[in-house]
Antibody, heavy 118, light 107 residues
Framework: VQLVESGGGLVKPGGSLTLSCAASGFTFDNAWMSWVRQAPAKGLEWVGRSKSKSDGGTTDYAAPVKGRIIISRYDSKNTLYLQMNSLTTEDTAVYYC??????????WGQGTLVTVSS | EIVMTQSPAILSVSPGERATLSCRASQSVTSNFAWYQQKPGQAPRLLIYGASTRATGLPGRFSGSGSGTEFTLTISSLQSEDFGLYYCQQYDNWPYTFGQGTKLEIK
């Protein structure tokens, strides 16, 4: 399993950013995927998850980001996306992509840093 | 949302000694529970899932126990590489949630 996040960087408050997660080593279109973030020197926070199409293809979001983010997936490209809008300094964090395998194991990418600053 | 509370916040242990970390859930999460270790600048590393199943390659000195609302991670004989931050996590109910972490440091 390999998960490679990209798209992080510096963005101004109020701006938007889209992160990507390129997945390999497993059947992506059957996979439940998630995004988790970690603010500098802070704990871990689940951002949202994307269920496989066979399980309904729905997405769920955590309350702090609901309405400001969209998780989408392009199964034919084995890629998960996280579109973030109306960013604030509190969204500054490392964003991790996760794959939940059927045995209960979560696989993590190495993360991409998003910095929201003027 | 299920609140996960870890204790202690900081645990100081000498190499070779036993370490016991605890996590309590605000409501039952059955056995949908995991432990992670994190070192500075690295992604979290899965240690235990299903409350008691060791991740592939994890040394036998790590063990997880518990179900429902009370969980324990035991490291039987601490090695230098075991020091770091430890997080618990429930994946029984959405939103999945993490504990605030326990820092395991060298005494």
């Amino acid at each position: 399993v390999q998960l490679v996040e990209s798209g992080g960087g510096l963005v101004k408050p109020g701006g938007s950013l889209t992160l990507s997660c390129a997945a390999s080593g497993f059947t992506f279109d059957n996979a439940w995927m998630s995004w988790v973030r970690q603010a500098p020197a802070k704990g871990l926070e689940w951002v949202g998850r994307s269920k496989s199409k066979s399980d309904g293809g729905t997405t769920d979001y955590a309350a702090p980001v609901k309405g400001r983010i969209i998780i989408s997936r392009y199964d034919s490209k084995n890629t998960l996306y996280l579109q973030m809008n109306s960013l604030t300094t509190e969204d500054t964090a490392v964003y991790y992509c996760l794959y939940h395998d059927s045995s209960g194991v979560d696989h993590w990418g190495q993360g991409t840093l998003v910095t929201v600053s003027s | 949302e299920i609140v996960m509370t870890q204790s202690p916040a900081i645990l100081s242990v000498s190499p070779g000694e036993r370490a016991t970390l605890s996590c309590r859930a605000s409501q039952s999460v059955t056995s949908n529970f995991a432990w992670y270790q994190q070192k500075p600048g690295q992604a979290p590393r899965l240690l235990i899932y299903g409350a008691s199943t060791r991740a592939t390659g994890l040394p036998g000195r790590f063990s997880g126990s518990g179900s429902g609302t009370e969980f324990t991670l035991t490291i039987s004989s601490l090695q230098s590489e075991d020091f770091g931050l430890y997080y618990c996590q429930q994946y029984d109910n959405w939103p999945y949630t993490f504990g605030q972490g326990t820092k395991l440091e060298i005494k």
